[in-house]
């Protein structure tokens, strides 16, 4: 079954909006997770990624906050826009090099002006 | 992008017929995954490569072969399709030089058995 899954299929928000999607993870031997945006028609591409001796990162207009207790992760869009709309997918990669990315479902974002 | 090319980006094939997906990569990197993504399942690994000619079995790899002769061109090829192998296959690469390393992505290929 799924390792990492996300909370809400679904997200709109108005233009300028701040944005969260959740993501929890369920194994706890996970240490390295990303984010990664897919548009339509496009593969996925990387947002943003932290290691689990941390619990922030920050990068453009987004943030990515790790809980290791309660094994979640969320995505922060700051001052969302309608170019943000795509659909989120967490990921996590083993505790081995190579290893192959485990994915949730996605969230698909929708940002109306 | 990073140097992913996926061939063809789309086709049509007949239910029972042999197909195979080629994924091409400049960027040298020693590992190469194939997934598949389905609506409500997101992204599964079907299989992955570690190196020329070393290769491994993912969580949806029934009905899936794969080859790599080459460190630049990892195939994934469907002996005889069926129409629950309809999907949008994407090809990765990642240089698993450390642990935290993230995968690139190549543009997908959009599989259609009829």
């Known amino acids: 079954g799924e390792s990492v899954g996300l909370h809400l299929p679904t997200l709109s928000v108005q233009e300028g909006d701040n944005s969260i999607i959740n993501c929890a993870y369920s194994?706890?031997?996970?240490?390295?997770f990303i984010w990664y945006k897919q548009e339509s028609g496009k593969g996925p591409q990387f947002i943003i990624d932290i290691r689990s001796n941390m619990d922030k990162r920050q990068g453009q207009r987004v943030t990515v906050l790790l809980n290791k207790t309660v094994k979640h992760l969320s995505l922060q869009i700051a001052a969302t826009q309608p170019g943000d709309s795509a659909v989120y997918f967490c990921?996590?990669?083993?505790?081995?090099?190579?290893?192959?990315?485990?994915f949730g479902k996605g969230t698909t974002l929708s940002v109306s002006s | 992008d990073a140097g992913i090319t996926q061939s063809p980006r789309h086709k049509v094939t007949e239910t029972g017929t042999p197909v195979t997906l080629r994924c091409h990569q400049t960027e040298n990197h020693r590992y190469m995954y194939w997934y598949r993504q389905d609506p409500g399942h997101g992204l599964r690994l079907i299989h992955y490569?570690?190196?020329?000619?070393?290769?491994d079995k993912g969580e949806v790899s029934d009905g899936y072969s794969v080859s790599r002769s080459k460190t630049e061109d990892f195939l994934l090829t469907l002996e005889s399709a069926t129409s629950s192998q309809t999907s949008v296959y994407f090809c990765a690469i990642s240089d698993g030089r450390a642990k935290d390393t993230e995968a690139f992505f190549g543009q997908g290929t959009r599989l259609t058995v009829v």
């Open positions: 194994n706890s031997a996970s240490d390295y």
């Open positions: 490569s570690y190196g020329v000619k070393d290769t």
């Open positions: 990921a996590e990669n083993g505790h081995q090099a190579g290893t192959a990315l485990i």
